[in-house]
Structure formats: structure tokens, C-alpha cells
T-cell receptor, first 110, second 115 residues
Framework: QKEVEQDPGPLSVPEGAIVSLNCTYSNSAFQYFMWYRQYSRKGPELLMYTYSSGNKEDGRFTAQVDKSSKYISLFIRDSQPSDSATYLC??????????FGSGTRLLVRP | GAVVSQHPSWVICKSGTSVKIECRSL??????MFWYRQFPKQSLMLMAT?????????EQGVEKDKFLINHASLTLSTLTVTSAHPEDSSFYIC???????????FGEGSRLTVL
């Protein structure tokens, strides 16, 4: 079993839709969780990070963590074609080492 | 904001040669640098963790004699792929942890193609 599981997609939605991206994890040592966006041939770009269970909102993005079920989500409101990218979730422990999910490819259709 | 720079961004080499990739933290000192590898349509896989002035810690399955990591200063880590083969062709990405804030920043990645 991978430490972080993520549906690879692709996920195709119309512009303006609410997007829900999800990951599950198995490592209880994870203390924080990150969401990265990666465009083709580019390095990952940090979108959100959370340290505890609950919701964290930043503009059109909301990150949600449920440590009891080991489930993390990223919601994107009013999705735009420019949001089309691969979204990577990751869990980290106290050593700053990140374990990534396989990434979900998102396509927002104009 | 803090930036992590990787050089070269793209390199093509012949099989059997060695290639060095640099990772620099441009406006902060990095306590720890991480090296990841990403094959096409796959996720980032951690290869090694590098602390300044000490030997790198490699993840299981990563050959330390093939992937040489040097972390000579608080702003520079290098990854040398020795005797590269076509199966080493990949996207190599580094990240660095700020010594003062603990924030983690990623480089833009270096694409290696071995012919």
C-alpha cells in the first residue's frame, strides 16, 4: 500500500464548476499536509498547507483534513481553464520529508 | 519570495557520461535539501535528504554510488548522476528548507535525457 493514495484522473470539468480533489494516507506520523499544483514540465508550486484537522481557505481554494479517517481534500471554486494542471497532495513528518501522491490531472474546459 | 534555482533546466547527454545538477537557495540559507525524481505521468519520488556538511541520506532503492549528492554550503547542493543510462532519463527536482522560517521551497526541476 502506498503511503499516499490519489486518483490519477484525468478529471474534466466545465469552467465555473466546483472541483473536489481527494487523497487518502496511511502514515500516522504525518503532521502536515500540502497541496501542490504542477504544470507540464515545471516544478511543483505550493497551493495550500495544513497542520491539523479542519478546513483552511485561501481565495478559491479550500483544503480539508480529516485525520480520523486519514482523508485530505482540496476544493476549487469557480474553476478556470488556467487551473488545468496536475494536483499533487503530500504528507510530511517532523523531518520535513514529503511523501507525494501520484497526482490528479485536472482539465477545466472553457 | 524565496527562490530555489536549479541548473541546468534541461540537459542531454550520452550514455555512460556523468551529469551534475545544481540546486541553489537564492535568498535564504537552507538547512536541508531534498532531491526528488519524477518519471513521466508519475509522482515525485524522494531520492535523498541532504544536510549541509554531512553525508546524504538515501531512500531505499536509490544507489548512493550512482547518485552522488554534495551539500557543500547552506545555499548549494549538487546531484551528480554517474555513468548515466537511458533509464536515468527523468525530471529531477530539489527542494530546500529555510533555516530561519522552516518553509519548504521547490526548484523548477531539471530534465535529464540520456541518449
Amino acid at each position: 500500500q502506498k503511503e499516499v493514495e490519489q486518483d490519477p484522473g484525468p478529471l474534466s470539468v466545465p469552467e465555473g464548476a466546483i472541483v473536489s480533489l481527494n487523497c487518502t494516507y496511511s502514515n500516522s506520523a504525518f503532521q502536515y499536509f500540502m497541496w501542490y499544483r504542477q504544470y507540464s514540465r515545471k516544478g511543483p508550486e505550493l497551493l495550500m498547507y495544513t497542520y491539523s484537522s479542519g478546513n483552511k481557505e485561501d481565495g478559491r481554494f479550500t483544503a480539508q483534513v480529516d485525520k480520523s479517517s486519514k482523508y485530505i481534500s482540496l476544493f476549487i471554486r469557480d474553476s478556470q481553464p488556467s487551473d488545468s494542471a496536475t494536483y499533487l497532495c503530500a504528507g510530511g513528518d517532523s523531518s520535513y520529508k514529503l511523501i507525494f501522491g501520484s497526482g490528479t490531472r485536472l482539465l477545466v474546459r472553457p | 519570495g524565496a527562490v530555489v534555482s536549479q541548473h541546468p533546466s534541461w540537459v542531454i547527454c550520452k550514455s555512460g557520461t556523468s551529469v551534475k545538477i545544481e540546486c541553489r537557495s537564492l535568498d535564504f540559507q537552507a538547512t536541508t535539501m531534498f532531491w526528488y525524481r519524477q518519471f513521466p505521468k508519475q509522482s515525485l519520488m524522494l531520492m535523498a535528504t541532504s544536510n549541509e556538511g554531512s553525508k546524504a541520506t538515501y531512500e531505499q532503492g536509490v544507489e548512493k554510488d550512482k547518485f552522488l549528492i554534495n551539500h557543500a554550503s547552506l545555499t548549494l547542493s549538487t546531484l551528480t548522476v554517474t555513468s548515466a543510462h537511458p533509464e536515468d532519463s527523468s525530471f529531477y527536482i530539489c527542494s530546500a528548507t529555510s533555516r530561519t522560517t522552516g518553509e519548504l521551497f521547490f526548484g523548477e526541476g531539471s530534465r535529464l535525457t540520456v541518449l
